[in-house]
């Protein structure tokens, strides 16, 4: 027989598949940060989602290594595991947590305890560690897309990245035209406004830098771009 974190699990995707969401991907991070705060419900006894003295889930997620754009959290205590997927069903802001579409990792534990089930999930949307120049080379793929060359260097637009406003300048090469800057922890689409510049016809070369996040908490993982256009 399955584990009841396991089960837990399955039925999460079985109630996503009925509708029409995304599957979740096991996350063993936030399993490990998911059993530290279920051990901590098991030893207070009333279930919360923070207890005086424990960090707060994004904090315990990253900690336990998990890296992330958006992060949520169920908890419940139940008879087994799928009356505790059922009481979730039935409670609108847990259901919408484990129907979220802007979640795509889960982690669960789950503890026996005073004659009940102790359960904790962590729902996710995982961001992978990149590069700088990893950066680059995934929003380079998209403008290719458009058929516009990117440039080798990135320097200047590593510059623009690294500035608030203004459009920076070459001391001997061409001069760019159009400067977007942008921050996200989802790098697999551009910004609209940016999909207009480059099917307006206007540009034929552009160049891509990444530079440190600005103004995000420090457990949460954000990319920040610039794309120079020529």
């Keep these: 027989m399955r584990s009841e974190a396991e089960q837990i699990f399955a039925l999460a995707n079985q109630a996503r598949a009925q509708a029409g969401m995304g599957r979740l991907t096991w996350d063993p991070t936030l399993a490990q940060a998911a059993l530290y705060h279920c051990r901590r419900m098991v030893q207070e006894g009333p279930i919360a989602h923070r207890y005086g003295g424990e960090p707060d889930l994004a904090t315990r997620a990253a900690d336990a290594g998990a890296r992330f754009g958006v992060i949520e959290e169920n908890i419940a205590i139940?008879?087994?595991?799928?009356?505790?997927?059922?009481?979730?069903?039935?409670?609108?802001?847990?259901?919408?947590?484990?129907?979220?579409?802007?979640?795509?990792?889960?982690?669960?534990?789950?503890?026996?305890?005073?004659?009940?089930?102790?359960?904790?999930?962590?729902?996710?949307?995982?961001?992978?560690?990149?590069?700088?120049?990893?950066?680059?080379?995934?929003?380079?793929?998209?403008?290719?897309?458009?058929?516009?060359?990117?440039?080798?260097?990135?320097?200047?637009?590593?510059?623009?990245?690294a500035t608030d406003s203004g459009m920076p300048r070459s001391a001997n090469g061409p001069q760019p035209h159009f400067v977007m800057r942008w921050q996200d922890s989802d790098l697999t689409h551009l910004p609209p406004q940016l999909i207009d510049r480059l099917s307006s016809g206007q540009y034929r070369q552009a160049s891509v830098g990444n530079c440190p996040a600005r103004g995000v908490e420090d457990s949460f993982t954000a990319y920040r771009v610039a794309v120079l256009l020529y």
């Design 78 to 161: 139940g008879p087994s595991a799928e009356g505790i997927h059922n009481e979730w069903m039935n409670s609108p802001g847990h259901r919408a947590n484990l129907l979220s579409p802007d979640v795509d990792r889960i982690g669960v534990a789950v503890i026996a305890s005073r004659g009940v089930l102790y359960a904790v999930a962590d729902y996710s949307h995982g961001v992978p560690a990149l590069s700088a120049a990893q950066v680059e080379a995934r929003v380079a793929g998209l403008i290719r897309v458009s058929g516009i060359t990117v440039l080798s260097d990135p320097s200047l637009a590593r510059t623009a990245c």
